[in-house]
């Protein structure tokens, strides 16, 4: 026999002679830490709902039964009802990884155009109305043409915008203030939002708060049930590999700016409602609070992850806060001091659940 072939014959036998098992590596069973980040990852809603019901349950002993009455409760509704519709606003902006600090100042350059042009001008209410929600939509597409075409970085863009916008409210409302008896005398219908249906034991539901319930509503569906929805997550969680996917990342961006003005100008239609006049001073800090409850309801900072629902939850936990505090008798300098405590355990949490995903 030849050398070949008794080399071969050998490499047989050693070959038959193995072990045919197939080689395994036991999988690191996930602790519970990480099992807790990955749930919250999730289920970036479950947080914000475990603070309010805390949160109900220390007010209801600190305030006693003034806290759980029916008006008080309503009250509560009331009072978040703008923030609410801000931050719905704020939310499909932030989903996108970006931010917008101009919200405010479109919602109250809307309701000085419909106030001054119904009221001052003379202008049909219907068209007023009009107009001042094609004001709002005019301000949510500049910004999305500066951010998406132009490029530029949506926290400069919208400081600056904010600035425009608030010299275009004093130079149209002449730094006035229209008062409530003359809209309801003259243009009634912009205060149609802060008409009040009794619920008996002394609570009130505004129809201010239905509309925010509506909006909510309509914006979850489109983020949950359609396509564009879709694109809006995927634009904020990675836009490079969105784009990649033929989603057309830059008209999202525009598109999301828009709807946000949009519902803006709806907001200064719910203002207009619930303060009864036309001010250019109105809710000031409705920039910085519709923020605050986008990012104690859960959604990321980062983009990509959030739900309109956390942020009802974060705008009720915040007037929630507030209206505690002040039943249990604590200076207003501390319920601020509390607010802005939640917002940055809020974004500590944030950064400690996305590392599931890093």
């Given amino acids: 026999m030849s050398d070949d072939a008794a080399g071969s014959a050998t490499a047989e036998k050693g070959l038959a002679s ?14 519970p830490i990480r099992r807790l980040q990955a749930f919250l990852h999730a289920y970036p809603t479950a947080i914000p709902f475990i603070v309010l019901v805390v949160g109900v349950a220390i007010f209801s002993v600190a305030a006693g039964s003034k806290f759980f009455a029916p008006f008080n409760l309503s009250l509560v509704l009331q009072q978040v009802t703008i923030i609410g519709v801000l931050g719905i606003a704020q939310t499909l902006i ?5 931010i917008d600090l101009s919200v405010g100042a479109i919602m109250i350059l809307s309701s000085i155009v419909m106030g001054r042009l119904a009221v ?3 202008v049909p209410v219907e068209i007023s109305f009009v107009l001042g929600i094609a004001t709002g939509i005019l301000c949510g597409f500049i910004n ?9 970085p949506p926290f400069i863009v919208t400081l600056g915008t904010w600035s425009i916008y608030g010299a275009m409210i004093i130079f149209i409302s002449n730094s006035e203030t229209i008062r409530s008896r003359d809209i309801s005398a003259i243009a009634p219908m912009l205060q ?5 249906v009794p619920l008996g034991g002394g609570a009130i539901l505004t129809a201010g708060s239905m509309v925010m319930i509506v909006i909510a509503a ?10 564009f929805g879709r694109h809006i997550y995927a634009t904020g969680d990675d836009p490079e590999a969105a784009r990649l996917a033929g989603i057309n990342t830059t008209w999202t961006l525009v598109g999301v700016y828009t709807l946000a003005g949009f519902i803006c100008a709806l907001a200064s239609w719910v203002l207009i409602g619930r303060v009864g006049a ?23 900072l980062f983009g990509g992850r959030g739900s309109i629902v ?31 405590a939640l917002i940055i355990i809020a974004v500590t949490t944030d950064q400690w659940i996305r590392k599931i995903s890093a």
């Fill in 18 to 31: 193995a072990a045919h098992s197939v080689a395994s590596f036991d999988e690191e069973r996930p602790g």
């Fill in 94 to 98: 932030i989903l996108t990884a970006g």
């Fill in 120 to 122: 001052t001008a003379g």
């Fill in 144 to 152: 999305g043409i500066l951010v998406a075409v132009v490029k530029l």
């Fill in 192 to 196: 149609w939002m802060g008409a009040r």
């Fill in 218 to 227: 309509s914006v979850w569906y489109v983020l949950n049930r359609t396509a």
């Fill in 278 to 300: 036309v001010s250019p001073l109105g809710s000031q800090t409705a920039n910085l609070d519709s923020i605050t409850a986008v990012v104690i309801g859960g959604t990321s």
């Fill in 310 to 340: 956390g942020t009802l939850l974060g705008a009720l936990i915040v007037g929630m806060f507030r209206n505690g505090l002040a039943l249990a008798g604590v200076d207003v300098l501390w319920q601020e001091f509390a607010v802005g």
